[in-house]
């Protein structure tokens, strides 16, 4: 009867009648077709095992220390990007220049600033009160014998300090010492670390020293200027599990696996170097010359209650180094002098006690795994969600611009987050879901 019918429509639908015939044993289960649905418990369970999966990636990646340049170099972004606060005016530098070195004063010099001048530059600068003065110049050798009263002054000052350096096996440098005029407690090292790529970061506040070395101090320059300041407002410092505690600022430590340093020497008591400047580390203050102080230029407004900070700055000293702000500068600019760095630590540490400045300092390294793991999820979700591949591209553009977005933000309140593993986690889940979902369909 089937095919009766079907002989009925070869009319209009030729050769219907020769159509097969489905039979099915009635003793046989029939088959079945399964249809594959992309439920959402599946979906959710894709994007899990490729979050966590590509968190493991990213994150061991990171740990041997392959994405520590590229790292840095967005710190250097963060850095430059901030907005201008404007120079410190608790601080005054004075400048040894090229120009300095022909004043009369500067006759008989054994380095950069000899005795004569030395000591009418301190009664100077004396007279009009300063909270501190700093000479970030080495004086490895006694004052001279004609020069008692300068002698004097520098045994007896209590706001007068001086460098010294401390020896270096592992670089290669050797030990500088001290003024002989110079108490210890009135010393502090002027070593800093350099990343390898050259560039100043971090600083460091104390580090254990041999007692028998020629530089003895434990206490870093900049932070013996900052302490001693602090000290007339009634702070002193407090060793707190491993950290400097300054009143109920805690100075957190920089220690191995922290921030972007994944194979960076954290020997030492460090901290992240968080620069005032914006344009320029070298405009964190006025900078007046010698000459400027010697002939009465300078205002006694200028030095009153005033941290005051002596170094050269000639094109020809080696006491300088690159900056965050290097690249982006003029090359005349480029080097930033050791007393302009000291500045800076100085004007970080008495802003954060005084004026509550955010520190600069990383995320705990859970916090990092689980932010890094967030925009992993992102990635997965805005995949499995998305079916264009352009709109899927344009998503994760507009992802990595709130990458950066909120990186910068919370850069500027004193958190550094993991940029460039955030977007590579992003951009790695959703090429990794992209080939299995190809793969698979």
Not at 174 to 181: D, V, W
Not at 344 to 356: A, E, G
Not at 359 to 370: C, F, M, Q, R, T
Request: proline content about 6%.
């Amino acid at each position: 009867k089937a095919r009766e019918k079907l002989q009925g429509l070869e009319a209009e639908y030729p050769g219907a009648s020769w159509l097969p015939i489905i039979c099915e044993h009635p003793a046989v289960k029939p088959m079945q077709w399964k249809l594959r649905v992309n439920s959402p418990f599946n979906c959710f369970k894709k994007l899990v095992f490729t979050s966590l999966l590509m968190t493991s990636v990213v994150v061991g990646v990171r740990q041997l220390g392959f994405l520590q340049k590229w790292e840095l170099q967005r710190y250097d972004l963060l850095m430059r990007s901030r907005p201008d606060e404007g120079p410190s005016e608790r601080l005054l530098v004075v400048g040894i220049k090229e120009t300095d070195f022909q004043l009369p004063e500067q006759q008989n010099r054994k380095g950069s600033l000899s005795d004569s001048a030395l000591h009418k530059l301190l009664q100077k600068l004396e007279r009009h009160q300063p909270r501190v003065i700093g000479l970030d110049i080495f004086r490895d050798f006694p004052v001279d014998s004609e020069q008692q009263q300068l002698k004097f002054l520098l045994l007896k000052s209590d706001r007068f300090f001086a460098i010294c350096h401390v020896g270096e096996p592992k670089v290669g440098s050797e030990s500088i010492a001290p003024p002989p005029e110079i108490p210890e407690e009135r010393l502090g090292f002027s070593n800093v670390i350099l990343d390898r790529d050259g560039i100043l970061r971090r600083y460091i506040l104390s580090m254990d020293v041999r007692s028998s070395a020629a530089c003895s101090t434990s206490w870093s320059f900049g932070f013996q200027l900052a302490l001693h300041y602090l000290k007339d407002e009634g702070i002193t410092p407090e060793f707190n599990q491993g950290n400097w505690q300054l009143g109920n600022i805690v100075l957190p430590r920089l220690r191995e696996l922290n921030g972007g340093y994944q194979t960076a020497d954290t020997w030492g008591n460090q901290i992240l170097l968080n620069y005032r400047s914006y344009r320029s580390p070298n405009q964190i203050t006025d900078i007046v010359s010698l000459e400027d102080v010697l002939t009465d230029k300078v205002t006694p407004e200028q030095i009153k209650d005033k941290i005051i900070i002596i170094g050269v700055m000639t094109s020809t000293s080696s006491d300088h180094f690159r900056t965050p702000y290097s690249d982006k500068l003029p090359a005349s600019e480029q080097f930033t002098p050791g007393a302009i760095v000291h500045a800076q630590i100085v004007s970080q540490l008495v802003n954060t006690v005084l004026n509550k400045r955010p520190l600069l300092s990383a995320i705990p390294l859970w916090g990092e795994i689980l932010w890094i793991g967030c925009w992993g999820c992102v990635g997965g979700i805005l995949t499995l969600r998305i079916r264009s591949l352009n709109l899927l591209v344009g998503a994760n553009l507009i992802a990595i611009i709130i990458i950066y977005g909120a990186c910068f933000f919370l850069f500027v309140k004193g958190f550094w987050l993991p940029l460039i593993p955030s977007k590579l986690h992003l951009l790695s889940t959703t090429g990794y879901l992209i080939v299995i979902y190809k793969y698979n369909h």
